[in-house]
């Protein structure tokens, strides 16, 4: 008999490993062997190259980003023209080359050339994320499965490029792996899935993982989380990662992240429209459990702890309600206004926590908010909100590189009266249809005790979106690139 998707044979089966897709092994070759089928990226303008391989003085392919001209050698070999486009877009390198990847790799044979001599390091390893983000594979729950292939993908330079190459495909695969986990529906990733997903990846990439289930919730306090999840049968986790890459006791970063499995709105229901794409608002879990695995992978010397607070907003006959005032692992009552707001009341919980355990250096929430960011920066940016102005500086300029754009917003005083609560310490959401992801945001902020290098991202717009490789909406993997700049940056110094 099938197993139904969603029982609990068939999560077991699908932790983990979660999907499979073509594998790309990358090498550094020192020269370019031209009877075999090879990829010439050229920059708009910058078209010389081209003449280095194929006789022609003037191309009518200009090189524009994203774009590709397919030439048969004379060994009856593939040659890809890849536009790369101008200087300015050098940070979405990525997407050109998971293009031109996922429209031709099927036409490949087992090995495939990239004369790289002409890119930067951060090229390269644009390239070979945006590689390994082409074999990502969405259908994950179809019954028929496209036929598994390997390939052998050959860097030509004469520099030193191991390590890059290495690097880009770590990250590529995090992206992937976090995309199929913002993609796979809520009946199979439950917060208990998310779980099991990150002690399998702990044990595997060897760091520490604690999963706080219920009784364990409840001993210590988690009310907040546990409200939100208390309607849903399948009940709420806290997962705590610990990576410690260096000797050193201190937690230099604590990442916190939105784990909601599916917010249906509790009994501040959602219109029906476009739900389903409520799975996906565990995208800032996603990100702090991807990032955890890659800087493990990556060994980076570095100390950093990644909260997960996971809970399924549902609705049933014991949901918490509007009127409600629920406890928190802080201590501070909380007035329920809306029981959709539920992000950031599980986010609070994991605030409090990675503080008063572990009290960071640096302190960064991701989350899938707040529908106000998206009315405000569209698809675009995320919203940044910290009052320390070299982080923000920092993520903002990271962000340019990777082309994972951060937005700043206020954080002023203003807006503190709108969390006024007559019957509690605080209220979840002021009632009021204006300035919804600043709102969000001081709610948070009441939960950070002041803590000085606290920055919260916003990525409802940017986690989960439109693109050229599914017609429906699906994640993006945003947040990888970025985080996994910041803490680099960090381990260097
Ligand atoms: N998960 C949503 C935010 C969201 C909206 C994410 C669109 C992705 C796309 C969040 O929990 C929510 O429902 N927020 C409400 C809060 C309001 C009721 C105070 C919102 O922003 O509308
Ligand atoms: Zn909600
Ligand atoms: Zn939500």
Known sequence: MQKSIGDKNSQKQLNGSF???????YKHIKSLDTTTDFIIPCGKDHLKTIADFIPIKTPDFDGSFGSYQLIYGTHGNRIYLLGIGEEKEAPKMEEAFRKLCFETQKHWDKTIQVYAEDLLDDDIKKAVVGMEMAQYVIGEFKSKKDKLKNVNVAF?????????????????????????????????????????????????????????????????????????????????????????????????????????????????????????????????????????????KLKLKINVVGIVASAENAVGSDSYRPGDVIGSYSGKTIEIIDTDAEGRLCLADGISYAIKTFKPEYLIDLATLTGSVVRTLGYAAAGMFTKDQDMANAMSNLGNQVHERVWELPLYEDFESDLHSD???????????????????????????????????????????????AK??????????????????????
């Not at 230099?252 to 389903?276: C, M, Q, W, Y």
């Open 472 to 493: 429906m909406k699906s994640a993006t993997g945003f947040g990888i690139q970025l985080m996994l700049r910041f803490i680099q940056e960090k381990a260097s110094n």
């Open 423 to 469: 019957v509690a310490d605080i209220r979840n959401f002021s009632g009021l249809p204006i300035a919804g992801a600043i709102n969000a945001a001081k709610f948070l902020e009441a939960f950070t005790e002041n803590h000085e290098k606290w920055l919260h991202l916003d990525i409802a717009g940017v986690s989960f979106g439109s693109s050229s490789y």
């Open 156 to 296: 030509v330079s004469s520099k030193a490029i191991k390590k890059t190459l290495s690097e880009g495909k770590c990250t590529g695969e995090t992206i992937n792996r976090i995309k199929a986990l913002v993609d796979a529906p809520p009946n199979v990733k439950t917060p208990e899935f998310l779980g099991n997903w990150a002690s399998k990846s702990a044990k595997k990439h060897d760091y520490k993982c604690t999963v706080l289930k219920q009784k364990q919730l409840e001993k210590q306090g988690f009310k907040a989380v546990l409200s939100v999840g208390r309607a849903s049968v399948n009940p709420p986790v806290v997962i705590i990662n610990e990576y410690k890459g260096k000797t050193t006791k201190s937690v230099d970063i604590a990442l916190v992240g939105k784990g909601v499995t599916f917010d249906s709105g509790g009994l501040s229901i959602k219109p029906s429209t476009n739900l389903h794409y409520m799975k996906s608002d565990m995208g800032g879990a996603a990100v702090v459990l991807g990032i955890v695995e890659l800087i493990a």
């Open 19 to 25: 999907f499979k897709s073509w594998i790309m092994t």
